[in-house]
């Protein structure tokens, strides 16, 4: 029989969603306790009482430090890993200068396997268990991304990025290879041990028609897929598509016309969108995905998450690595805090933590595994020092409740902060 064992802490766990249900929706349990076994959360308590319950377990004490789920990164590109940071552009400029160089190094198998390897450690390093990655057009990308995410027992999610125009050649695709390429790594990897292949058309500016079609067609054929892409981030974006496809209503619209709308549908950014781009996304129950930091960082402009929200979009949080300028999802909730203060909007930060962890995992269909701490999920756990530096310990010092304590290091924490990621049930940090 598999160990159990008993992590003991300060515990967070979600039983609604904060923006519609307020700071109650989270429970938090100030000597709370966690029993792992077998890579699941067998049971969430008092600490008194699961000691009691299970007298074998094999006992970790984190002290006063935050048990929570870990954090699901929604939104990422794991080969802009090495290219975070990089100065001075915005979107197109930014793709052509930094980013399609940066993915033409991906022909190389070798390449992708290093910073495969690389990008998951950082996550672990900052506390991220899942994460829904694009790839490069090249397959073994994909092997690259699944075989390291393997490796580390995570749940990954990911696809080859199709691109059969407006890109540089030997980052071309064509329609028939994104297809056919594409449903070989569907038969390869999705569903195979914690990995699900999300089908990825880059943007409508880098597909043609006859691209768009075939990957709806392929979708259709693989409804369990997720589908990702991205929507109205900028607006200079906005104009080019219109320019593309002068028949099609709005953005949304070359998405539906070619069968890229529905629940399992994940649109990136989803910032600048017209009344009727947010009904049907909203009717569709299609995933809004926030990238705060890249949103600034790049010079988007401000997603509206509180009415979005409010409309009953299905809403996640991401780093969008790396046209977002950090791999923590601490820095990302900070960036999305700041987002809604420029809009007259501050979230609570039960609502931030539930985005970055709940929020996410329901927009990829699998919060019903990870992204809460509670029985039957899968052990993906972050643990928060929530005094990790003198600057956050002398101001979680002076809290009253348990949301004045974790607020300093949402707004100012880094891995730093992480003082252990568990993947499956096993501490990888
Ligand atoms: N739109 C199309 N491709 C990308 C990308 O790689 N990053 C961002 N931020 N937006 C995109
Ligand atoms: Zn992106």
Request: aromatic residues 8%; negative net charge.
């Amino acid at each position: 029989m598999s160990t159990t064992s008993l992590l003991l802490g300060q515990t967070l766990c979600f039983d609604g969603n904060p923006f519609h249900d307020g700071p109650d929706a989270a429970r938090h349990t100030s000597r709370g306790a966690v029993v792992v076994r077998g890579g699941h959360i067998l049971d969430t308590g008092d600490a008194d009482a699961m000691r009691l319950a299970y007298p074998e377990a094999e006992v970790t004490d984190h002290g006063q430090n935050l048990i929570m789920a870990g954090f699901v990164d929604a939104h990422v590109h794991y080969p802009q890993t090495a290219i975070i940071a990089s100065w001075g552009k915005r979107l197109i400029d930014w793709l052509n200068t930094y980013t399609f160089p940066e993915e033409m190094r991906f022909a190389d198998p070798d390449y992708a396997g290093e910073i495969a390897a690389r990008y998951l450690d950082l996550l672990i390093a900052n506390g991220t268990t899942s994460v829904c990655s694009y790839c490069t057009i090249h397959p073994a990308s994909v092997d690259a991304l699944f075989t390291a995410a393997t490796k580390r027992g995570m749940r990954v999610f990911g696809g080859k990025t199709c691109m059969d125009r407006n890109a540089p050649e030997g980052l071309r695709d064509s329609a028939q290879s994104a297809y056919d390429d594409s449903a070989a790594l569907i038969g390869k990897w999705h569903g195979k041990g914690r990995n699900g292949y999300v089908i990825t058309p880059r943007f409508a500016p880098t597909s043609t028609p006859e691209q768009l079609e075939a990957l709806g067609a392929l979708w259709a054929e693989h409804p369990d897929c997720l589908m990702q892409t991205h929507l109205s981030e900028q607006t200079d974006e906005i104009e080019w598509v219109a320019s593309l496809y002068p028949e099609s209503r709005d953005y949304l619209d070359v998405y539906e016309r070619y069968g890229l709308l529905g629940e399992r549908a994940l649109f990136g950014h989803a910032i600048h969108l017209t009344g009727r781009e947010r009904a049907h996304l909203r009717d569709a129950h299609a995933g809004l995905i926030h990238c705060p930091t890249s949103n600034t960082f790049i010079g988007s402009g401000l997603f509206d998450l509180d009415g979005l929200m409010d409309e009953g979009h299905r809403i996640g949080l991401a780093t969008d690595t790396g046209g977002g300028s950090s791999f923590s999802m601490l820095r990302t909730m900070a960036a999305a805090y700041e987002i809604g203060q420029l809009r007259h909007a501050s979230a609570h930060p039960s609502a931030l933590l539930w985005l970055a962890t709940a929020g996410s995992a329901q927009t990829l269909h699998c919060g019903d595994r990870v992204g809460n701490l509670k029985r039957g999920y899968e052990a993906d756990l972050t643990v928060l020092d929530l005094s990790s530096t003198p600057a956050i310990g002398q101001r979680s010092a002076r809290a009253d409740d348990i949301w004045q304590a974790v607020f300093p290091t949402i707004m100012m924490g880094d891995d730093r902060a992480i003082a252990a990621t568990y993947v499956g049930g096993v501490r990888l940090k």
